[in-house]
């Protein structure tokens, strides 16, 4: 690493040309990069949910469909509204009261059943079907003019407008994300190095690695919104030590030489081989989210481990450039740390660590017991504001028609109406059934088939399968919901074992039955990866363990308080705050734990040891904590889409609390089993206790 430390200081003006040039289609290719808002289309292609997606897609021609809600209008208006609706491309099929009234037949004269459920207080309902599927640009776009072609009197409701208001909340927060990130970052580096100019070059030279990354996932084709909004703050919060380990060992190579790229070169060595074992855990803890069933997991670990490589390559390559050419201001504009050493805590942890690990085993049962029993919720439109349209839509449709949850059962279309209307009679007898409709049915409600409009008709039946809409009154993603959609999938199949239940609420019941298993494959997964790389890094089979135990303290922290609070989280922060922490945060005891290995063997006692290794590292890991804090706080306080705002706050406080066993519990531990250590360690064995 010598000679390619030499290498870019010789060429630092080339590596800054090309830099800035590798920009240009970085920009592109972020632009360039599709955004995905539906967190459902995660969910595998093989359950029966999805499958039954495609065939309302295929056979019905129904990709998607909104509710609108028509206040105080009038039935030749709403006739007028559904011709210049179904000029809209993209639209399908639209429906209303209006078309089996038309324009002589008064509401009145509508069976009590029927006049029910289309009619409420002046409001009316119209369905409205779109080929493509419900996250698709184009069925967002069309639903965008839908809202423009309406007035004040339609409401929209339906997946798709609260993917679209997702949309439009996210793309107008994105930006003041990276500006708080930055900010808090500036503050906390300003306060911790020793120049003025350093940290802006520091902050400089990660944007450039987050451009780079962001640029690069145009391979993926897209990703998610949730990846989008945290990845570039994650990216700040995870690589910044990279950056302040390479300025702090080059102005201690600086004190040797006073040939400034000598020490940069050696810098770039120290730096590469430090940082080489530490953004190997970190990486492999984002790669760990690869696992996970729900594909999301492999959406946001593919992009944060690429995010963490640039970081590394930009701190060997490019922050060294920076740094050579602005050196001068950086001498310029030196001043006094003004971050306090903490020497006070240091000799203070060590003092007391048995008191710690009496603290540690006291608070360990409180936080697991925590951690297992955080409330977590599903329904993706309660993270979002109560203001947005599409909520105050839904919110109207489930208030005033008592459309909570829409189900659909898609049966062979041979099968007798007689075994339909058996079946359908099963199913009107479980709890919180609303009402069901069908092709047969249809005639049973008094309205002829004659009156009816084709779209209507052609809603019920395809060339495979007929389809039967189900309402229930439980909400979706609930214990109750789910359990009537296992007992209505039970009874379906007895007539048809082929038939399958679709809707957002089956959608929503797999997602919980396949997060509920990621959540423990995946921290599995991350903690068998890391801990086969510290094996390896460290050379030991005890110090992973030691290490591991106290991340996973800290976790379980970090994850049970919000049970104590009585605060319900998002199920996606569940499943990956955790390998997310672990992945971050165990440099900061990686640091600790090479020194005291390093200490031991040059024949210091244990408690020199530990002392020498926490007080010359306690300093880096407040800082990287500070940064990762300060990168992600901000983000969590200022978000409305509360899916954003709890992950980022989970992350802020998680590396918070992972600094503080770091510089508690490990020391304690290193202490306590010394001689299990040494005894366990390559390299240890001959270090006298």
């Known amino acids: 690493m010598q000679k390619f430390g030499e290498f870019v200081c010789k060429h630092k003006r080339i590596i800054l040309i090309i830099m800035l040039i590798l920009l240009i289609p970085s920009i592109i290719g972020m632009k360039a990069t599709r955004i995905n808002y539906d967190i459902l289309v995660y969910l595998p292609d093989d359950i029966e949910t999805i499958q039954g997606e495609n065939i309302l897609s295929e056979d019905f021609n129904m990709g998607a469909f909104s509710i609108i809600l ?24 639209v429906i209303s009261g209006a078309d089996v009234l038309g324009t002589s037949i008064p509401v009145e004269m509508l069976p009590d059943e029927v006049k029910d459920e ?22 967002m776009n069309t639903v965008q003019h839908l809202r423009d072609i309406t007035d004040k009197h339609c409401k929209i409701s339906g997946m798709t407008a609260t993917l679209l208001d997702t949309r439009d909340l996210s793309n107008s927060e994105v930006a003041i994300y990276v500006v708080i990130a930055v900010v808090l970052c500036l503050i906390v580096l300003e306060i911790a190095l020793d120049s003025y100019v350093a940290p802006i070059l520091l902050l400089a030279n990660i944007g450039i690695a987050i451009l780079y990354n962001m640029g690069t996932n145009i391979f993926l084709g897209e990703i998610s919104y949730i990846t989008k909004a945290i990845s570039a703050v994650l990216q700040l919060g995870v690589t910044m030590d990279f950056a302040i380990f390479l300025y702090h060992s080059y102005q201690a190579e600086l004190k040797n030489t006073t040939d400034r790229n000598q020490a940069m070169s050696i810098a770039i060595s120290k730096t590469f081989t430090s940082v080489l074992g530490s953004s190997l855990t970190t990486i492999a803890g984002f790669l760990a989210l690869c696992s996970m069933n729900l594909t999301l997991g492999k959406d946001i670990g593919i992009v944060m481990a690429k995010g963490v490589l640039f970081g590394v390559i930009s701190v060997v390559t490019i922050l060294p ?17 003004l971050l306090p050493k903490f020497t006070t805590i240091s000799e203070f942890n060590i003092k007391h660590y048995k008191a710690i690990i009496v603290i540690f085993l006291i608070a360990l049962p409180i936080a697991l017991y925590g951690y297992n029993n955080t409330k977590v919720y599903y329904k993706l439109d309660s993270s979002l504001p109560e203001t947005l349209d599409s909520i105050s839509a839904n919110n109207t449709l489930k208030d005033k028609f008592g459309l909570v949850s829409q189900e659909m059962i898609l049966i062979n279309k041979d099968t007798p109406n007689d075994e339909i209307n058996e079946m359908l009679d099963k199913i009107e007898e479980l709890d919180g059934v609303d009402f069901t409709l069908s092709y047969s049915k249809l005639s049973e409600l008094g309205i002829p088939e004659e009156m009816l409009p084709e779209d209507l008709l052609s809603i019920f039946q395809s060339d495979k399968y007929q389809m039967i809409l189900i309402n229930s009154k439980y909400e979706i993603a609930t214990d109750e919901l789910n359990n009537q959609i296992a007992k209505i999938n039970e009874i379906v199949k007895q007539y048809d074992s082929n038939a399958k239940v679709v809707g957002e609420g089956p959608l929503m019941k797999d997602l919980v039955e396949i997060s509920d298993h990621d959540f423990n494959s995946v921290n599995i997964v991350s903690i068998g990866i890391i801990f086969v790389i510290m094996m390896f890094v460290l050379k030991s089979i005890s110090l992973p363990v030691l290490l591991v135990i106290a991340i996973e303290f800290a976790i379980f922290i970090n994850m049970g308080i919000p049970y104590y609070t009585n605060t319900t989280i998002p199920f996606i922060a569940s499943i990956v705050i955790g390998t997310i922490q672990l992945g971050a945060t165990i440099d900061y005891a990686i640091l600790i734990t090479t020194k005291y290995i390093q200490n031991r063997k040059d024949g210091k006692d244990k408690k ?21 804090f300060g990168a992600t706080f901000g ?33 304690a531990f290193l202490m306590i089993f010394d001689k299990l250590v040494c005894k366990t360690t390559i390299g240890m064995r001959e270090v006298k206790n």
Do not use: W
């Open 70 to 93: 028509l206040e105080d209008m009038e039935t030749k208006d709403i006739l007028k509204l559904e011709d210049e609706i179904k000029q809209v491309d993209n639209v399908a099929k």
């Open 118 to 139: 289309l009619y409420k207080d002046n409001t009316t309902v119209m369905l409205v079907t779109f080929k493509e599927a419900i996250s698709s640009d184009a069925t």
């Open 321 to 337: 450039s920076l740094i050579l050419m602005f050196d001068k201001a950086i001498q310029k504009t030196k001043h006094k740390e």
């Open 608 to 628: 020199q040891a530990v002392s020498e290794a926490l007080g010359t590292s306690i300093n880096s890991i407040i800082v990287s904590g500070l940064c990762f």
């Open 635 to 667: 983000v969590g306080a200022y978000s409305k889409i509360e899916m954003i705002g709890s992950l980022c706050t989970l992350m802020s406080r998680g590396a918070i609390i992972s600094v503080i066993v770091v510089i508690t519990v490990l020391p």
